[in-house]
């Protein structure tokens, strides 16, 4: 299956964005859907991720300021991001599995968010 990440851009500190992730191809069933952002010289980290049937899981750091939703009939997930912090800077990648708590094998290219004054 490939991802497709949107909705990347600049804001100012305290402002919001919002992400969406597409999904077109292979037609296995998507079980978990997440995002995970990389910062420069930094590893991938995982941001959220969230089951088929809802489930939510966040990382510490944005808990509270993001929130990940889902459309499985569309396929598509989006990440809503609040009162963004310049450490937000990073870039943003959508991903899935075909088998839920299994490791995400499906990536998009990413998206850049810049949180700067």
């Known amino acids: 299956v490939q991802l497709q990440a949107s909705g990347g851009g600049s804001v100012q500190p305290g402002g919001a964005l919002s992400l969406s992730c597409a999904t077109s191809?292979?037609?296995?069933?998507?079980?978990?859907m997440g995002w995970y952002r990389q910062a420069p010289e930094k590893q991938r980290e995982l941001v959220a991720a969230i089951t088929r049937g809802g489930v939510t899981n966040y990382a510490n750091f944005v808990k509270g300021r993001f929130t990940i939703s889902r459309d499985n009939a569309k396929n598509m997930v989006f990440l809503q991001m609040n009162s963004l912090k310049p450490e937000d800077t990073a870039v943003y990648y959508c991903a899935a599995n075909s088998r839920s708590g299994g490791p995400f094998n499906s990536w998009g290219q990413g998206t850049l968010v810049t949180v700067s004054s």
């Open positions: 191809g292979s037609s296995f069933r998507i079980a978990d």
